[in-house]
């Protein structure tokens, strides 16, 4: 396994481009599985992910071009088998979104139970529920959800007991080529569900509501392939901001979007970072200071999204004060925390809280990544951390930043990969 190791202590200071979303991209492509024909996608990132949604894809028979330039072309119209397997389910959750497509496309769906993973139990009920008031039967046998629609899936009111993004996306894909109008309440609105969202309309779905928290999807017959461009990774755009405002240094991140980030640039601004905007591009600068300790508590979006909560609890273990940080969305994503204690952060967790007590300085420690926002948050840690920080199993860390080291090396850090197969013993 690929080892991480960096030196801390450097202000980090250039300009990057931040890829395409990676939760948007997985939906997107799987919702390929529609269409009547194929389609383009752009701007999906380079991520082990991807690697493992293009493989599910083409077991079942689809046909994929990938291209450098011009994208991932997917052509559905080749598809022999419906099936996802555990042994690529189990590796990436989001695999669970091919159950709606297929289900609304061919009446049928074989598809691994995801299984616990390393931030909370994650069930999806709430996926299976709204697909039986479409009128799916579902047994769920041997680990699998097998699943068949019959004469096809019937339009319904489905109110999610909980806001989920890929429960909504799975059902929001299913309902388009229902029988009838389909109304999701409390509907996840997520930058990403948009995405998929304008990316259905786009092939011919009827879909409204976008971006709010009822959609409206009026089933059509079919749809057809089309040309699309993922939206920027907000979550990777938060990261490297939060990588400049701990090393009180400077960034301009490009190809990205301000829109999609209000609350964690509001609390960047609360932590002493000067912003500014523009189009696509955002730029962050600390004027040398030392952050604020900043109190954090996620929810869905437009709130405080928990896939950045990790990268800020990195910041309040060396800012200035003392904060709280608390996770409503998943019930064990403090993993990071004690690995960040051998790096002598003065974090204590109380419940779903953590309490941060900024130190003046962190130091360099062999650590291990327990998933991927928590690799994150200590190689965040590990770029202020006096000395060097070895960085273990960071396989979860190359699901969801493409480039990473070549991207913290372009501003300055001094980060380098270990391939498992190049280490010696004494690495
Ligand atoms: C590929 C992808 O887009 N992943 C994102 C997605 O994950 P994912 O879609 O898996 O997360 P959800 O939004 O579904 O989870 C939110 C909460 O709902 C619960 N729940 C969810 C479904 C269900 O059927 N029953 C249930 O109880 C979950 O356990 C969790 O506590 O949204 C999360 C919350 O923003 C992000 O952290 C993930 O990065
Ligand atoms: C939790 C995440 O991803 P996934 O839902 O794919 O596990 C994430 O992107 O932080």
Redo the contacts with the bound molecule.
Sequence with gaps: MDKLIISGGVALDGEIRISGA??AA?PILMGALLADSAVRIGNVPHLH?ITTTLELLGRMGVTLTVDERSGVVIDPTTLTDTEAAYDLVKT???SILVLGPLLAKYGKADVSLPGG?A?GS?PVDLHLRGLQQMGADIRVENGYIRATSGKGLKGAHIFMDQVT??GTENLMMAATLAQGTTTIENAAREPEVVDLANYLNQMGAKISGIGTATLVIEGVKSLSGTKYQILPDR?ETGTYLVAAALTRGRVKLKDTDANQLESVLLKLEEAGASISVGDDWISLDMHGNRPKAVNIRTAPYPAFP??MQAQFTALNSIAEGQATIVETV?ENRFMHVQEMQRMGANLQIEGNTVVCKGRDYLTGAPVMAT???ASACLVLAALVAEGETVVERIYHID??YECIEEKLQQLGAKIRRIPSSARSDNV
Excluded: E, P
């Design positions: 990676k939760n997985l992910d990436m959750r989001a993973c931030i994650r993004v890929t979550i928990t896939d998943f998933d991927l926002r699901r969801g």
